[in-house]
């Protein structure tokens, strides 16, 4: 065979498995909404979108989504409704296990697992979703609402999520991150960033739940050493919904009242934002304070820098063990920004704040909170170089422009 | 150039295949379109229950449960290709063979009732799954990818049970048959597999002379073939450990139930979950150890809440002997490890 032969049936076969051009399928809700639209969400190829009319598609089952290059847009969060609330089988109400996928303008709600998971998805995008348990705080909701996991490049844009039993917005294992405009409310956690690295949230709302916002690292997973998260210019007021996650979850340990908690992190910024109305405390930094058998893993927090917050009220009904007791002590409130003193002095957070600040003296991870050896934290002069803005790539900014 | 060459020898390749068989199964494997009945495959005369004698059926030591639905399974290889295998026992499909699965439950009037038969394609890029459904007339079944549900009510231990049975839409195929992305054939290891045909275990035996040596799995519900420890990893392993492993679909967890775990804790033994929520029900741990009632992998097992279950997909009833054994491994553990 000629090469010039050999360069026409190359040609021919790439145009064989490279469409010419992106074609659109539609799908509306009505009778076997589940498997037309699951039917779609294979058939699609690189480059087409599934477009969802609107309405409520009654599913019964959760939906999934492999291809690569996959728009899945609806008519708006309050147009277009992906209702879970007859879901029979698996452990979320849409699972995206494939690259450079978008999906915005739709509405998931009361799925029985998790709202929308995502695994080793990069450069996915959520833009002006809602994800939602529409019955309020409860027990029996779903665990996260929109929960990328393991995907490098994340943007979460212009999303409403309501009523997570753990986490509203959770990014776990994943890495340079983007989370922004949304808001997040009555969760038990509002936004999480747990073992994740590089990871920018900021221009949120975090109201009505338990926590804020949570910047996490725990033991016993692939991916573990989470740092440089940056909390910034977000509002993050009135997280006083009692604490409604299931027992035996690391977020049923947040304490109601918690504005934004970081645990066993490295390099975490807290600036620019207003923080108020938490009735535990605006800003807590702890260590993992359970045991654990992992030689890998660090459960101090580290270099955590704090400045330029506005505060509001803070700390007068903390909801951890001793901190009664300590608020007594001081005259009947707690600060606005405490440290449980995890690894000792050199391990000391950079506080500019103008706020009250406190070290709980707890220098052994293993020590009861209720050994608390309260302190104040002098105030910083001056704070490390800060780190890098999270840049993603230009493809996911331009899908949501 | 370079790109171009590769693709060339591809359909070369796929040309060539083709042209030496004219089985009809070997031009419906080798796609791209995927056929939409199961007859264009050739692999049943007319209905499930007349598999053609070129398929290799096999059973399972400890099988994956499926809603105590019965499975029946086969193998098939092009003409003139042979089964190899790996130093693990993990058998080595040639291009061109394709793994078939039926599911049924016993018919009142006696046989298997079938109501699907998934199919595991060997193409030249990789394996495709794909699910048929049987036709009310039994005859033939049709390509489903979107999956369905089947209402079926079938005897067990004295009473009727009824479970919407679910047929895996085509990406829940690959939620389980993944290995980084990829899709993978779970089952067929030698140490858990019996062939039915005393030839076809002689010819893949002679192909792959090491197989002779590995010893079997025990199977998972018969005490004289291992310890309590031995069946209940390998039930674990089995049910659990196509996700629960560090390539799977459950990667995140940190729980590993393939074989693969380094330490109680990748084990879940003394392990807090992670993203479990409502699924742990109060308990701390996903074992505890010595102790079923507060271990969260029991919880999961015996509900069959979507938002709680394990596994997530093809259980709609609780699988109570499962439950047992598991009961029983972790109370015979010690309550303290350390």
């Known amino acids: 065979m000629r090469i010039r032969d050999l360069l026409f049936v190359g040609a021919a076969f790439c145009a064989l498995v490279q469409p010419v051009s992106a074609k659109t399928i539609a799908v509306a809700p009505g009778e076997g909404a589940q498997e037309r639209l699951q039917e779609a969400l294979i058939a699609a190829e690189p480059g087409d979108v599934v477009e969802l009319a609107a309405g409520r598609f009654k599913l019964s089952d959760g939906l999934s989504l492999d291809v690569n290059k996959v728009t899945v847009k609806g008519q708006g969060g309050l147009e277009t409704i992906l209702d879970f609330s007859g879901q029979q089988g698996a452990g979320e109400g849409l699972l995206v296990t494939s690259d450079d996928v978008v999906l915005k303008d739709f509405a998931v709600e009361n799925s029985k697992g998790d709202g929308i998971k995502s695994k080793g998805a990069d450069r996915i995008v959520y833009h002006k979703l809602r994800v ?154 702890v260590g993992y304070r359970f045991p654990f058998q992992d030689a890998k893993y660090d459960p101090l927090p580290r270099e955590v820098s704090i400045w330029d917050n506005q505060h509001s009220r803070a700390g007068w009904d903390p909801k951890f063990r001793g901190g009664t007791e300590i608020a007594a002590a001081m005259g009947g409130s707690f600060p606005a920004i405490f440290w449980d003193g995890a690894g000792g002095a050199e391990y000391t957070p950079n506080i500019q704040d103008d706020a009250p600040a406190l070290s709980l003296g707890l220098k052994d991870v293993a020590a009861d909170t209720a050994m608390a050896q309260p302190a104040p934290l002098a105030r910083a002069t001056s704070r490390p170089a800060g780190l890098p803005v999270i840049v993603l790539p230009e493809a996911m900014e331009a899908a949501i422009r | 150039m370079h790109f171009v060459v590769p693709f060339v020898l591809a359909f070369a390749a796929a040309v060539a295949t083709s042209a030496a068989s004219d089985d009809p199964a070997t031009l419906a494997i080798a796609g791209p379109q995927n056929p939409a009945t199961l007859s264009a495959f050739g692999f049943f005369d007319g209905g499930a229950a007349r598999p053609s004698p070129r398929l290799i059926p096999y059973e399972l030591r400890t099988p994956l449960f499926s809603d105590y639905a019965a499975k029946q399974r086969f193998i098939y290889v092009p003409e003139g290709t042979q089964i190899g295998a790996d130093a693990d026992g993990k058998l080595i499909f040639p291009v061109g063979s394709a793994l078939i699965k039926s599911f049924g439950y016993p018919a009142k009037s006696g046989g298997l009732n079938v109501i699907e038969t998934r199919v595991l394609l060997h193409q030249a890029q990789g394996w495709v799954a794909l699910p048929y459904v049987w036709r009310a007339d039994g005859k033939d079944a049709d390509l489903r990818v979107g999956g369905t549900r089947v209402p079926v009510t079938f005897a067990h231990s004295g009473n009727d049970l009824s479970v919407n049975y679910s047929v895996p839409n085509k990406n829940q195929c690959k939620q389980c048959h993944s290995a980084a992305g990829n899709i993978m054939p779970i089952g067929p290891v030698w140490q ?143 309550s303290n490890p350390h």
């Open chain 1, 132 to 285: 939602e348990w529409t019955g309020g705080p409860l027990a029996t909701n779903g665990a996260y609402g929109i929960y990328p996991v393991e995907s490098k490049d994340v943007l979460i844009d212009s999303v409403f999520v309501r009523g997570a039993s753990d986490a509203g917005i959770y990014v776990g294992q994943s890495r340079n991150i983007v989370v922004r405009h949304s808001t997040a409310v009555e969760n038990v956690a509002g936004i999480e960033i747990e073992n994740s690295f590089d990871a920018d949230v900021h221009d949120n709302i975090a109201t009505h739940n338990t926590g804020g916002v949570l910047v996490f690292d725990l033991p016993n997973l692939p991916q573990m050493g989470g740092h440089n998260v940056r909390i910034f210019d977000n509002v993050i007021v009135n997280n006083m919904t009692p604490n409604f996650a299931p027992k035996g979850n690391i977020v049923a340990n947040v304490p109601t009242g918690t504005g934004v908690m970081v645990m066993a992190n490295r390099r975490v910024e807290i600036f620019d934002n207003v923080i108020g109305e938490n009735g535990t405390t605006n800003i807590m930094i």
């Open chain 2, 192 to 334: 858990n597999m019996a062939f039915l045909r005393p030839a076809d275990v002689r010819a893949t035996v002679k192909a792959a002379p090491a197989l002779a040596r590995l010893q079997p799995y025990p199977k998972w519900n018969d005490s004289s073939t291992g310890s309590l420890d031995d069946r209940a990893r390998q039930y674990l392993k089995v049910n659990c450990g196509h996700c629960h492993a560090p390539q799977g679909s459950a990667s995140n967890s940190g729980l590993f139930l393939d074989g693969s775990a380094q330490g109680a804790a990748a084990l879940g033994i003394g392990k807090r979950p992670v993203a479990a929520g409502r699924a742990s029900g109060d308990l701390d741990f996903i074992i505890a150890p010595g102790l079923p009632d507060q271990s969260i992998l029991i919880r999961r097992m015996e509900s069959t809440d979507p938002g709680i279950a394990m596994p997530e997909l093809g259980r709609s009833t609780v699988h109570e002997e499962g439950v047992e054994l598991l009961r029983q491994w972790i109370a015979a553990m010690p």
